[in-house]
């Protein structure tokens, strides 16, 4: 093994152990395999929420050593640890249940077998391909060299390349890597949105394993690594697939939790949230469309939704704003499009062929598959049907349009976007990304009660297995 | 009973549709990454890899190369190209490889950075006629005349 991929990996067991001490000081588990099929999300909040702080880090003037870096993740599980152990939450010590055979379990496993073996596949392609994506060499990699050469980013050259005012999350967690892989060798950075994309899919299927059967769910992730677009261009080192990944897993942790009403999931929601808006100016938009999506989806339930989810967002953005404050001290250009009234009305004849364009990107077969009609055709389906899968369903068509929306407001007032669909010329055909993983994430939610009525009312065999992994609190809470 | 009825067959439409596409894009992402482990399977050495991402931008692989091993860590150095993207044709540089080799190189030769040519150390020559540069500039490497990289004498 070579020394830049030990590297990586090393640093991703820091992330890893991070996440495990924020997951058992939320939630905690009932059996080893319980713990076992956590992981995935353990990597992926941990990821969150170290990368999030070294962003302040930088912003307070510091650097990304490696010491800093494993005093970060160390301190974040002993966090996690101390609240386990006020909370009365043991390691688990059972292994737990393994499901039975039955036609659904092997039709689960098939799917599984399918996501490894695409990301096995990938995995090699991550250890030799060189580094790709204009953006990647253009300011990310720059940016993380920047950080590592010169241990922060006070340097004048790090705000001379191109988006000054980019949040820095993928510049930070590159930045880490080089330290970890001790030297800057970009090109390996692909084992790192590789390992990013393993936590998604491990993540994803356990959180959706608790809402529906497990087939449903492998069924569905099995698909989005099989999406041209992203087997194309995910080992890039850009920020396009890392905001697509954590969006829609923060938009599915926010569902489970309107689901379930578990407090843990609302964290890990708020964490993960807070990364998303720390990686790419589209994150913002993305969250707020989410928050659109929400608001809609429990107007009837407000009192016991809005002010949480309110408070989780705010403090997502709030963990943001020093970001804000450097740039703006600065006097980097401002974050949203300036375009006055005036400049917008003269420039209303592209709204339509702006619209025309999101619209064919997000349905184009070609690169994301046919997953967002799927999930619109079910989520049609679904407003027939009241309780939770309504709530999903309303959920998903108001942030979906809402984001429809945004994308079209960015090409019309960003006048210097050309509307076409070249990826290197504008960022629409990349960030219609997030809702095809949206999409592919809450289609098996959307999916599962259509066929659920047809049926005699009982719990899928596998939802069913699920053990509970706080059942004190819920019996208190019935 | 019929709307419930309904509701089932359209969910097991699309859930069979996500399996059809499935078995049907399996393999077809298999074959595709595999096709792409082979195409760059004649990559051996950590430099080739760094290079061949310049290489695919029509940047001389010996230009890059030779950066790297010429210009010192922290040092200052100056891209020099023809005036114009017309200038850069006739010297057989393409539009896309006029406007990408600036900030390429930037990140392939950072700890190296881009200063202005008065106060660059180091002069990396790409297009350009290097004897115009005048005397002070003591050539350290070469490739015809259009690609040449050297050290400012101070």
Known sequence: ????????????????????????????????????????????????????????????????????????????????????????????????????????????????????????????????????????????????????????????????????????????????????????????????????????????????RRLVPAWIAWLFVALTAVIPQLDYRLLNAQADWTLDLLYSLAALLAVCWLHRRERWLLVAAGIVLSAVIATKQEGLLLVGCLGAGIAAATLRSWRSTWPQLGAVGALAYTLNLPWRFWWASRHLVVAVPTSGVGSLLRDRSRIWPSLELVLRLLFSTSDWLVLVPLALTAAAACLTIGGSARETAVLYLVTCAAAVCGFTWILWTEASLPLNDQQSSTPIPRVVGSIVLLSAVLAPLLIQPLLERAQPRRQPPEARDVPDPDPDRRAAEA | MFVERGRFVLGLGCVSAAAV??????????????????????????????????????????????????????????????????????????????????????????????????????????????????????????????????????
């Open chain 2, 21 to 154: 596409l499935l078995a049907v894009h399996l393999s077809g992402a298999l074959n595709s990454l595999d096709g792409s482990v082979r195409f760059y399977a004649y990559i051996r050495t950590p430099l080739v890899r760094v290079l061949t991402t310049g290489d695919s931008l029509d940047i001389p692989y010996g230009l890059q190369a030779e950066a790297l091993r010429v210009v010192p860590r922290g040092a200052g150095y100056a891209l020099v190209l023809p005036p114009s993207a017309q200038a850069a044709a006739r010297e057989g540089i393409n539009p896309v490889t006029y406007v990408t080799v600036a900030p390429f190189l930037a990140y392939l030769l950072l700890p190296a950075y881009p200063v202005r040519p008065l106060r660059a150390r180091y002069v990396i020559c790409y297009g350009c006629d290097g004897r115009r540069l005048g005397e002070r500039v003591r050539w350290l490497w070469s490739e015809g005349h259009e690609q040449a990289i050297g050290e400012v004498e101070r």
């Open chain 1, 1 to 208: 093994m070579g020394e830049s991929l030990r590297g990586i990996l090393e640093l991703n067991a820091l992330f890893l152990l991070a996440g495990l001490g924020l997951l058992w000081g939320v939630r905690g588990w009932s059996s080893l395999l319980d713990l076992l099929e956590s992981l995935g999300l353990a990597l992926m909040l941990g990821l969150s929420a170290v990368t999030m702080l070294a962003t302040l880090i930088l912003v307070a003037g510091g650097g990304l050593s490696a010491l800093t870096v494993a005093v970060v993740c160390v301190a974040l599980f002993a966090a996690g640890g101390a609240l386990a152990l006020a909370a009365r939450r043991p390691l688990p010590s059972v292994f737990g249940r393994l499901p039975g055979r039955s036609a659904a379990a092997i039709a689960a496993a098939a799917a599984a077998i399918a996501t490894v073996a695409v990301l096995v596949a990938l995995f090699q392609l991550a250890r030799i391909q060189p580094l790709g994506g204009g953006d990647s060499w253009e300011f990310w990699v720059p940016k993380a060299k920047v950080i590592y050469f010169d241990r922060g980013i006070d340097n004048p050259l790090f705000t001379r390349f191109a988006g000054p005012r980019y949040p820095l999350l993928v510049p930070a967690l590159q930045a880490m890597d080089f330290r970890f892989m001790r030297s800057a060798f970009a090109p390996e950075l692909a084992v790192q949105y590789w390992l990013l994309f393993v936590g998604f899919v491990f993540s994803a299927a356990a959180l959706l």
